[in-house]
């Protein structure tokens, strides 16, 4: 039985702006896309900040928290200033004049191609999100890191919206693009949101499906 008691508000663990810790930067970590040979650029993440993200609770949504709801609070997190301005400049010279889609094969070609890929249970003993700045500092992550951060750079540099899909052990995107692409897709409030996947080796386009996946229902995760 829960109880209420006078005065008492819900706390929100929602993180929607970015957090003004004192700047201690990480050590320079070198990202080389290994499809454009443009996009490359050198990252520093702020260690504050990394510390804060690490003691962060775990949280769902309430009341009702079906297990999957937690990514939803990583992907809505925005990369802090500091990041943005090492990072995003490039980046957008990479994808200037292009199309939706191609422009998202960029990004999602930057990610495949120089994170490098290692399970939660292998590195940490157990499941352990990333906010977007820690998969940039550590030097592991994983399928729901790597489509965190995709999230985060598609609404960002594209201004697309995204979901989150959550598949039996797996976490990929779809993206509501506004260009046709004869790829798999979900319709979601009547729009077509296209499967995209991050954790793929070496690289896939935007819309590939394993095949594993195509007639597996998905729970969508839908962000702000």
């Known amino acids: 039985m829960a109880y209420r008691f006078e005065g008492e508000k819900e706390m929100d663990m929602n993180i929607y702006a970015g957090q003004l810790f004192t700047w201690s930067p990480s050590a320079p970590r070198e990202m080389q896309s290994a499809l454009d040979s443009d996009v490359k650029v050198t990252v520093e993440v ?3 900040l990394i510390d804060f993200y690490n003691d962060y609770p775990r949280t769902y949504s309430m009341p009702d928290p079906d297990g999957t709801s937690c990514w ?3 992907a809505n997190a925005p990369l802090n200033d500091e990041v943005k301005s ?12 292009k199309g939706e889609i191609a422009a998202a094969n960029v990004l999602i070609h930057f990610l495949q191609t120089t994170l490098t890929y290692r399970l939660d249970d292998e590195v940490w003993g157990g499941d352990r999100p990333f906010f977007a700045e820690e ?4 030097p ?14 598609v609404r960002d540099l594209l201004g697309l919206d995204v979901v989150l899909l959550y598949l039996p052990g797996h976490l990929a995107t779809a993206v509501a693009f ?12 009547g729009r077509r949101y ?7 080796s070496p690289y896939a386009d935007v819309g590939w499906m ?13 962000l702000r």
């Open 86 to 97: 090492e990072l995003y400049p490039v980046l957008r010279r990479a994808i200037a004049g």
């Open 135 to 138: 998969t940039l500092f550590y």
């Open 194 to 200: 296209y499967y995209c996947e991050p954790t793929v």
């Open 178 to 189: 506004n260009e046709t692409l004869d790829a798999p897709y979900y319709l979601i409030d």
């Open 210 to 222: 394993p095949d594993s996946y195509k007639d597996v229902k998905a729970d969508i995760i839908k």
């Open 72 to 74: 939803k609070f990583y």
């Open 46 to 48: 702020n260690e504050n």
């Open 140 to 153: 592991y992550s994983d399928c729901e890191d790597r489509a965190v951060l995709f999230s985060r750079l």
